[in-house]
C-alpha cells in the first residue's frame, strides 16, 4: 500500500522558516516523481515543487524560486521542502503527491496518483 505522510507544519511569522517533511512508503521511491502542493478553502490544489528522484531534477513554481528549497533522502524514503522567508500568503495546506510516470509538463499539476492528508502552514503578519 503506497502512503504519504506530511508533517513539519506550523504557525510562524512572516520571515520565519518551516520545513516540511514527506515520509513515503509502499513503492520504488528510487523511481518516483514526488511534489509538494497546496491548497487553500475554495481553490484548486497548486504545485509549489517537484523532484524526479531518479535523476535528481528538481521543479519549482515561480513563486517558490528563491525560497524554497526541495531534497530527498533516499535512505529514508522521505522528500523535504525547505521554506524560507514565509509570507502570509503561503498560508495554506500542503500536501506531497507520488507519481511513477510525469512528463516533466505535469511535475507542478495536480495529477499524481497518490496523495498524503496533507499538513497546515500558517504564516502571520
Known amino acids: 500500500e503506497i502512503q504519504l505522510v506530511e508533517s513539519g507544519g506550523g504557525l510562524v511569522q512572516a520571515g520565519g522558516s518551516l520545513r516540511l517533511s514527506c515520509k513515503t512508503s509502499?513503492?520504488?521511491?528510487?523511481?518516483?516523481?514526488i511534489g509538494w502542493f497546496r491548497q487553500v478553502p475554495n481553490q484548486k490544489r497548486e504545485g509549489v515543487s517537484g523532484i524526479s528522484i531518479r535523476d535528481g531534477r528538481t521543479f519549482y513554481s515561480d513563486f517558490a524560486k528563491g525560497r524554497f528549497t526541495i531534497s530527498s533522502d533516499n535512505a529514508k524514503s522521505t522528500v523535504y521542502l525547505q521554506m524560507n522567508n514565509l509570507k502570509p500568503e503561503d498560508t495554506a495546506v500542503y500536501y506531497c503527491g507520488a507519481d511513477s510516470d510525469l512528463d516533466d509538463d505535469y511535475i507542478l499539476q495536480a495529477v499524481y496518483d497518490d496523495w498524503g492528508r496533507g499538513t497546515q502552514v500558517t504564516v502571520s503578519s
Open positions: 509502499g513503492f520504488p521511491f528510487n523511481t518516483y516523481y
